[in-house]
């Protein structure tokens, strides 16, 4: 019998498996220990409404201090773990803790962009890197942004309703191209393009300096562009070094319960490289969705109840005042099918390969991404007429 649980990560996997522990009536010993000194929060308001200014630390709050006093689990903030050696985790300042079973929620941290580092650099991860970003995002500041996935998207979306001038550059010939593909991809560089970004693709970062009142940025292409702040947004790094004899991959590997390599340790989040039922292959995920519900079923499969992780991902993106919805999981796909109007950023566009529907991608269309879910998990094979007909009801399908 598990007496006793020490969680690494206090991000929104740890504190989802916390709470789902407590709630399905562990009573054993609970650790999470988290490096940052603020309690565990939801990251995915710091591009949008935390860095806009229109919502408070206090409600991204996961695990609140009356809460934790109440359930008994003991917070450990500011606090960095060192090293994971079987289920001891050692800590800086070298105290050890161990458990009877482990949870390995140490999320990522963003990708360094070479060359390009100085005061006037940003990244965005914490509430502390919000904070920051958010007293340069004033009217009339020059912001460049590096990355047009959905963080460095969010960010000018942000940036561009506090009054600053927003100019993107992107490695790729379009925004989230590799999620959605290039024709949809030039949908959401149209949508950044009308609301008022300069968006530039297809270039590279060659250079990096800083003046007495700014910055300057060089593409591979020769283009100068100065600014007052630049934002790296070119993707996260899974935080592992910390582990030791553990199978890794791109993130630990996990098997569909959530267990890594050694025994009792599980992991869960954007740290975890999963296998997933319903893909036949291990993929890592970076996802608010997906660090809730995989922490919620590794809580399960920890206290015995035997809960392979099989739903499809899911997650969207508030940008440019449009609502952006991703379901599945899609690399490849031999046909694509689009539904009402990606002109007027109104669609909802669907993966298949195969005949089978494996991803869809929409603005503005969450209940039909709601249906394409079900039918993701269902293995369906839908009619691509039925699919692109908006006269027919997705639902009949189910």
Known sequence: MIRSVIIVGAGQSGAVTARTLRRLGYDGGLIVVGDETAPPYQRPPLSKEYLAGEAGLDELALLGAEWCAANDVELRLGTRAAAVKGREVELDGSAVLTADALVITTGARPRALPGVAGERVRYLRTVADADRLRADLVPGARVVVVG????????????????????????????????????????????????????????????????????RVTTGDGQVFECDVVVVGVGVRPNTELLAGFDVDDGVLVDPYGLTSVEGVYAAGDVARHHHPLYG??????????????????????????????????????????????????????????????????????????????????????????????????????????????????????
């Open 148 to 215: 047009a996935g959905f963080i460095g998207s969010e960010v000018a979306s942000t940036a561009l309703g506090r009054g600053a001038s927003v100019t993107v550059l992107e490695g790729l010939g379009s925004p989230l191209q590799r999620i959605v593909g290039a024709r949809l991809g030039q949908v959401c560089g149209a949508l950044q393009r009308d609301s008022g970004v300069d968006l530039r693709t297809g270039v590279s970062v060659t250079g990096y300096a800083e003046t007495a009142d700014g910055a």
């Open 281 to 398: 292959r291990k993929v890592r995920v970076e996802h608010f969705d997906h660090a809730s519900a995989h922490g919620t079923a590794v809580a399960k499969n920890l206290l015995g109840r035997a809960t392979p992780y099989s739903a499809p991902h899911w997650f969207w993106s508030d940008q440019f005042d449009r609502n952006l919805q991703y379901t599945g999981h899609c690399e490849e796909w031999d046909q694509l099918v689009v539904r009402g109007s990606p002109d007027t950023y109104d669609f909802v566009a669907f993966y298949l390969r195969g005949g089978r529907l494996e991803a869809a991608f929409g603005m503005e269309r969450g209940g039909e991404i709601a249906v394409a879910r079900q039918l993701i998990a269902a293995a369906a094979v839908p009619d691509p007429r039925v699919l692109a007909d908006e006269d027919v009801d997705l639902t009949d399908l189910l």
